[in-house]
């Protein structure tokens, strides 16, 4: 990504309480023109808070910044006119048909050619056949493409989505992932994705890492990778829940992670981890492999527990 672009997101020490309850704790955060970025984090860990912020539907306590260069305590009306939003829940109405969403979409945003558009964007989805079908008869994956396409709709230049694969089969978010990386190349639009998966968050330019409401790593994942100065071995064999439980207890083994029949061990302290991992390293199949976004995420949080907070 090109460091001389502007930014399209530019926010710093962002602050929200609910009832008293921090939700989101000095956020900064900058985002370039034309960037995909990847916002992760735990349930309740201020991601949807802070996207609803830079989009104008909450008011920060405190801080302050810009949004497509406006002010976006300000001109948080102006913002709402040029960014895309997609919420985590499916926000269009069940019970009116396609045609008629995009339509009501199309108005609330004063779109020129409103039929055109409609029609256009109908057929772009190839659902002209099914115009008026409703909406809340539509499959989790033709729902989230209508979503997109309804954000799309007065050519934004920033989309903020929150987590808008959730749900969705593998195919689907492949051909969603497709369409926001076109977006970006040929439009130049920016965009900010709310996402829990890590094959997703390998797609963006850039990521950064919230819990409790406190970004703790940003960067491109090679970065953050390599920052986190983990070691991480991938185990092979029998039994590795019973050994995961024996390895939980030793000096130096900070995370152990089941993948399905591999067993993740990792440490910030190598030497350390080695010597204590030795006793076991004749009854499996040990590698050492470099650490996944997944390792150094969980790493950042081992022993917290987020469902207190609001998100």
Known sequence: MDSNKPLAIDVKNLKKSFNGKPAVRDVSLSVRTGEIFG?????????????????????PDSGSGTCLGKDIIRESQAIKLEVGYMAQRFGLYDDLSI??????????????NRKEVVKSTI???????????????LSGGWKQRLALSAA????????????????????????????????ATHEGITTLVSTHYMDEAERCHRLAYIADGKILVRGT??????????????????????LMEKLQKLPGVDQTVLFG???????????????????FRSSYQWQKVEATLE??????????????HTD
């Open 123 to 137: 057929e772009n989805l190839g659902l002209t056949k099914r115009a008026k079908q409703l909406a809340g008869t």
């Open 295 to 308: 390792d150094v995420f969980i790493s950042l949080v081992p022993n917290n527990n987020f469902d207190n």
């Open 99 to 112: 045609e008629e969403n995009l339509s009501f979409i199309a108005r609330l945003y004063g779109v020129s």
């Open 152 to 183: 799309l709709l007065h050519k934004p230049k920033l989309l903020l989505l929150d987590e808008p694969t959730a749900g969705v089969d593998p195919k689907a978010r492949r051909d969603f992932w497709g369409k926001i990386h076109k977006l």
């Open 39 to 59: 916002f992760l984090g735990p349930n309740g860990s201020g991601k949807t808070t802070t996207i609803r912020m830079l989009c104008g539907l909450l008011t």
């Open 221 to 242: 994942d090679q970065e953050i990778i390599q920052s986190s100065n983990l070691t991480t071995w991938q185990v092979r064999g029998e039994n590795l829940s019973s």
């Open 261 to 279: 029949n591999l067993l993740h061990v990792s440490g910030k302290n190598a030497d350390l981890l080695e010597k204590n991992i030795a006793p």
